[in-house]
Structure formats: C-alpha cells, structure tokens
C-alpha cells in the first residue's frame, strides 16, 4: 500500500502564495515522477507540474513563471510553490506519483486552494 497526503491547501487572496506538500508513504521502493495536478469544479483534471527523480521539471503554460515544483527524494516528498495566485488557480490539487520499476502510479485525496478576494 502507498498513501499519499496533501497538505498547504486553503483560502488566498489574488496574488498571494501558498506552498503544498505531499508526503508519500508504505511499499516505496523507487519514485521515478512526481507531480502535481488540479480539478477545478466542473472542469477535468489537468497536469499542473512534474519533476522526475534526476530533477527535471515541466509546467503547464498557465503556471509558467508563477509556480516552481521540488521534491525531496530521501523523505519522498514532493512540493508545490504557488505565487501570484490567480482566481483562475482555484482547483482541488491531487499529488501524483509514478515508481520507476513496476510504473505503478498513485493519487493523493486532494487539497483545496481558493484564490478569492
């Protein structure tokens, strides 16, 4: 079993920051990506930012210059710098893992950011 757990989520004022962090846990052997995504209500999920073990990062265009993925390899621990947050960026974000040998991929529940004045 792995668990993945989101945390950082909640209410932001336009042009303000946050940062998420998701924590993976149980039958880790290797994590090859990394990533985050985002549903917004009534919307699919999109691929929000990726960044593979060697430290490769790819962003969505909509969060170019804006957001910066990192992660933490010996705690297995991704993380998500929002700045100059947009209404726009209101979504559920899901943590996403993929694991380099068996390519087994997992989804954390979700943690809710609300950019609102």
């Known amino acids: 079993q792995v668990q993945l757990v989101e945390s950082g989520g909640g209410l932001v004022q336009p042009g303000g920051s946050l940062r998420l962090s998701c924590a993976a846990s149980g039958s880790i052997f290797e994590i090859n990506t990394m990533g985050w995504y985002r549903q917004a209500p009534g919307k699919q999920r999109e691929r929000v930012a990726t960044?593979?073990?060697?430290?490769?990062?790819d962003y969505a265009d909509s969060v170019k210059g804006r957001f910066t993925i990192s992660r933490d390899n010996a705690e297995n621990t991704v993380y998500l710098q929002m700045n100059s947050l947009k209404p726009e960026d209101t979504a559920v974000y899901h943590c996403?893992?993929?694991?380099?040998?068996?390519?087994?991929?997992?989804w954390g529940k979700g943690t809710l950011v609300t950019v609102s004045s």
């Open positions: 960044v593979t073990r060697a430290g490769s990062t």
């Open positions: 996403h893992i993929k694991q380099r040998f068996s390519g087994a991929e997992y």
